[in-house]
């Protein structure tokens, strides 16, 4: 198994500031991803960030509002950028260890815009 | 229409009842997961399954590729087991991974 911890846990922000998410593994995995949960919605993948390249983010996410930094195979970093009251959500990672057969997740990010 | 679809979306069960949860999708798939999320956002992968059936404890998660189509069962249910479940599939393609979520299925187990 994987113990993953974000930081912080939860943040009330005001509109217009940037707020960056940390997640740290405890042991070395290939890739990450970032997910966001708005109220009362499912999971909705960011993008995916491997060690050594950019970030690959999904339809509707772009990286000047979600820049993504992968310094090594055990953190990563998140930055909601220019925040506004509809970025209100959980923000996860999860890891993924290749030939394993579970997904990991992070405990989440509770972030408010105000 | 989404991708993936669950049902029931609410389920209210007496301890002790057999549970069922239902996915459909509509997209090829590499992957489908079965995922726990409790009170206060934290989420447990419970299975990933790409054929067949697997067993873990009182949670059994089958898949039928053919119909597209994935159960989560739960069984002997305890309070504990209230949580929201969510169904979610993996579609690889050439261009990268693709996450498809199911909006999830509420369980509270009453004593």
């Known amino acids: 198994s994987a113990v993953i911890s974000q930081k912080p846990s939860r943040d009330i922000c005001q509109r217009g500031t940037s707020l960056t998410i940390q997640c740290q593994v405890d042991?070395?995995?290939?890739?990450m991803f970032w997910y966001r949960q708005q109220p009362g919605q499912s999971l909705t993948l960011i993008a995916t960030?491997?060690?050594?390249?950019?970030?690959?983010?999904e339809s509707g996410f772009v990286i000047d509002k979600f820049p993504i930094s992968r310094p090594n195979l055990t953190f990563s970093t998140l930055t909601v950028s220019n925040m506004s009251p509809e970025d209100s959500s959980i923000y996860l990672c999860s890891v993924d260890f290749s030939g394993k057969e579970t997904q990991y997740f992070g405990p989440g990010t509770r972030l408010l815009v105000l | 229409k989404n991708e993936v679809e669950q049902s029931p979306q609410n389920l209210t069960a007496q301890e002790g009842e057999f549970i069922t949860i239902n996915c459909s999708y509509s997209?090829?798939?590499?992957?489908l997961h079965w995922l726990q999320q409790h009170p206060g956002g934290g989420i447990v992968s419970l299975f990933m399954?790409?054929?067949g059936k697997k067993k873990h404890g009182r949670l059994i998660a089958t898949i039928n590729i053919q119909e597209k189509h994935s159960s989560l069962h739960i069984t002997a249910s305890h309070p504990r087991d209230s949580a929201v479940y969510i169904c979610a599939v993996l579609q690889g393609s050439n261009t990268g991974n693709q996450f498809y979520f199911g909006t999830g299925t509420s369980l509270t187990v009453i004593p």
């Open positions: 960030a491997n060690q050594g390249s950019e970030a690959t983010y």
């Open positions: 042991s070395q995995v290939t890739m």
């Open positions: 997209v090829g798939i590499s992957a």
């Open positions: 399954l790409s054929s």
